[in-house]
């Protein structure tokens, strides 16, 4: 029974959540009146899972050498092909998966640029962070997962904050530009902290972080929802959800593959890595200990900068956003002239 309480128990609070979100689907979301069917693009999206697919793998073996040099090219090849086909296949698709237009709309691009900022720059460390902290600082599980809720409640905190501000004033172009400056300096001073200092630290650190990224992470679907045409609202606000997906799987496949080759090519001699757990180092000797901390440390420190870099490409990318205010309605399409009218 001891056994049985193990950590795959924490996947069972997705059930009761995902019940009250079903209730609430039925029960809350307005009706909506039913639209002429549309066509679906199936072979988009097809090319478009294999190709994300073939990416992520390539990037995850890449990085940690878990397949041979033929194997690598194999999936990136497969992953550039699908990718050139899929863009064949959305620019004659009737109702693409993915319109290409969006691309040619500059609020719109920087949105998907910054949305994807997001995905490289915190999702993908964001699930390391706690095991970071508990080999460098030599906590517990427990505690380790301080410094993810101190990022979330930085979210939560300037997504409120700044959403009632947009809200008020109409302007945006100030917090993406904002927020992304301030996410880079919490993962550069991420990469320039030392092993055992106080938690606190750390958790001021990723609050940063979360700060940051609050201040524009949902500000920059209403830009593009309201940059685009009406009946487009739909396919834009899943291309900024999508970008962000994509960056997210394959930053963490490349992130993961880093952490993991750096490790073990790192560790002391005389340890097993596949003991090594957080578990095994509270029982290690204070030496050993202060090596894999000062480990964890080093392989950190370098992707904690080319995440803040990644963040500093959003700061460019805020700045190139056309300044704008949020409009109050949704564009309406413009009415079709009757044929023969001038």
Same mark, same amino acid.
């Given at each position: 029974?001891?056994?049985?309480?193990?950590?795959?128990?924490?996947?069972?609070?997705?059930?009761?959540?995902?019940?009250?979100?079903?209730?609430?689907?039925?029960?809350?979301?307005?009706?909506?009146?039913?639209?002429?069917?549309?066509?679906?693009?199936?072979?988009?999206?097809?090319?478009?899972?294999?190709?994300?697919?073939?990416?992520?793998?390539?990037?995850?073996?890449?990085?940690?050498?878990?397949?041979?040099?033929?194997?690598?090219?194999?999936?990136?090849?497969?992953?550039?092909?699908?990718?050139?086909?899929?863009?064949?296949?959305?620019?004659?698709?009737?109702?693409?998966?993915?319109?290409?237009?969006?691309?040619?709309?500059?609020?719109?691009?920087?949105?998907?640029?910054?949305?994807?900022?997001?995905?490289?720059?915190?999702? &993908? =460390?964001?699930?390391? $962070?706690?095991?970071?902290? +508990?080999?460098?600082?030599? !906590?517990?599980?427990? *505690?380790? #997962?301080? @410094?993810?809720?101190?990022?979330?409640?930085?979210?939560?905190?300037?997504?409120?904050?700044?959403?009632?501000?947009?809200?008020?004033?109409?302007?945006?172009?100030?917090?993406?530009?904002?927020?992304?400056?301030?996410?880079?300096?919490?993962?550069?001073?991420?990469?320039?902290?030392?092993?055992?200092?106080?938690?606190?630290?750390?958790?001021?650190?990723?609050?940063?972080?979360?700060?940051?990224?609050?201040?524009?992470?949902?500000?920059?679907?209403?830009?593009?929802?309201?940059?685009?045409?009406?009946?487009?609202?739909? &396919? =834009?606000?899943?291309? $900024?959800?999508?970008?962000? +997906?994509?960056?997210?799987? !394959?930053?963490?496949? *490349?992130? #993961?593959? @880093?952490?993991?080759?750096?490790?073990?090519?790192?560790?002391?001699?005389?340890?097993?890595?596949?003991?090594?757990?957080?578990?095994?180092?509270?029982?290690?000797?204070?030496?050993?200990?202060?090596?894999?901390?000062?480990?964890?440390?080093?392989?950190?420190?370098?992707?904690?900068?080319?995440?803040?870099?990644?963040?500093?490409?959003?700061?460019?990318?805020?700045?190139?956003?056309?300044?704008?205010?949020?409009?109050?309605?949704?564009?309406?399409?413009?009415?079709?002239?009757?044929?023969?009218?001038?």
């Amino acid at each position: 029974m001891v056994a049985a309480r193990g950590w795959r128990w924490v996947f069972w609070i997705n059930i009761p959540v995902g019940l009250v979100a079903l209730v609430l689907a039925v029960i809350a979301v307005p009706h909506i009146d039913r639209q002429p069917a549309r066509r679906f693009d199936v072979l988009g999206a097809v090319l478009l899972g294999v190709s994300i697919t073939a990416l992520v793998l390539a990037a995850g073996w890449a990085t940690s050498g878990g397949a041979d040099l033929p194997v690598i090219i194999a999936a990136a090849v497969v992953a550039a092909v699908g990718s050139l086909a899929f863009v064949m296949v959305e620019l004659r698709a009737s109702a693409p998966i993915v319109p290409l237009r969006h691309f040619a709309n500059r609020t719109v691009l920087m949105s998907i640029i910054l949305s994807t900022v997001i995905g490289v720059g915190l999702f &993908s =460390v964001v699930s390391y $962070v706690p095991t970071y902290i +508990q080999m460098a600082y030599r !906590t517990s599980a427990t *505690v380790s #997962g301080l @410094v993810p809720i101190a990022t979330v409640f930085g979210m939560l905190v300037s997504t409120l904050v700044t959403g009632w501000l947009a809200s008020r004033s109409g302007r945006y172009r100030l917090f993406p530009v904002i927020g992304t400056a301030l996410a880079a300096t919490g993962l550069f001073v991420m990469a320039a902290l030392p092993p055992g200092l106080p938690l606190w630290v750390p958790m001021a650190a990723m609050a940063v972080v979360g700060i940051g990224t609050g201040a524009f992470m949902n500000i920059i679907v209403a830009v593009a929802q309201s940059a685009a045409a009406r009946e487009d609202t739909g &396919s =834009v606000t899943a291309t $900024v959800s999508l970008v962000r +997906q994509i960056g997210s799987t !394959t930053a963490t496949a *490349v992130v #993961g593959g @880093v952490i993991g080759a750096g490790v073990l090519a790192g560790l002391p001699t005389g340890i097993d890595p596949a003991l090594l757990t957080p578990q095994a180092m509270q029982t290690a000797s204070a030496a050993v200990q202060a090596e894999v901390a000062a480990l964890y440390s080093a392989v950190l420190a370098p992707v904690f900068v080319g995440l803040g870099i990644a963040y500093l490409v959003g700061v460019v990318a805020a700045l190139l956003m056309p300044p704008g205010r949020l409009a109050d309605t949704l564009e309406e399409p413009a009415p079709a002239l009757a044929e023969g009218t001038p």
